[in-house]
């Protein structure tokens, strides 16, 4: 299914909900809704271990959760990875294997490299070598322009700035702006001061529950005890 193919004539939606987990006892999520459309940037905050890793692999379907319900457009699509072109996910940790090469990663993932590369042109002889031959922060920076720049309705990303140098994290805000003409994208990075201006949407993830923040958001980011007073 191509970006598209489900609803041509409007935006696509991706909801989750129903999303509870818990570990040992102790409950992380407690009956989670979310919801992000092509052509957003939503961005998701939260303290150290609120869950905000453990929604995204539910989310894409990695981590399975009874009763969990993910649609597109209304239809519950579980495992979401197996709907060919709806989704892909960076997660928090390197997601390609580091003896690919960056071409034949990009060839994989259907990229076109001169695309993702037109506002990152030193990247580009980069991509004879190996992600293992890259530095962690460049590998997480081609990592996360190849999903960017995949022809999916939604790319899920976990820290997708970390180890990033401040350049390229404007940089690659930048270019999150321009690919939401075409996608969703649902981002949760401790960067808020670069995620905050390129969302649409913020949600805040906190003792469990999701809250949709509107209104003064660093106040609220404040009051939640994610930023410092
Ligand atoms: N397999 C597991 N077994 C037990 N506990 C787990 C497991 N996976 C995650 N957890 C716990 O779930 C909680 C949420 O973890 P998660 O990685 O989603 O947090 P996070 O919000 O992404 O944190 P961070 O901002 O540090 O990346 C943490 O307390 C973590 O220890």
Known sequence: MS??????AGPQVLEADGIRIEFGGRQVLGSIYLRV?????????GRNGSGKSVLLQTIFGARAVADA???VNGRRVVPAFREPGLLNYLPQEPLLPPSLTLARAAALLGVDIKAATARFPELRPQFGQTLGELSGGSARLVQALLLLHADTAFSLFDEPFSGVMPVHVETLAEEMQRVKARKGLLITDHRYAEVLPICDVVYLLHQGRLLKLEGDVREQLRDYGYLAS
């Open 3 to 8: 970006q598209n193919s489900t609803n041509p």
């Open 37 to 45: 459309q092509t052509g957003q940037i939503v961005g998701l905050l």
């Open 69 to 71: 319900s993910v649609r």
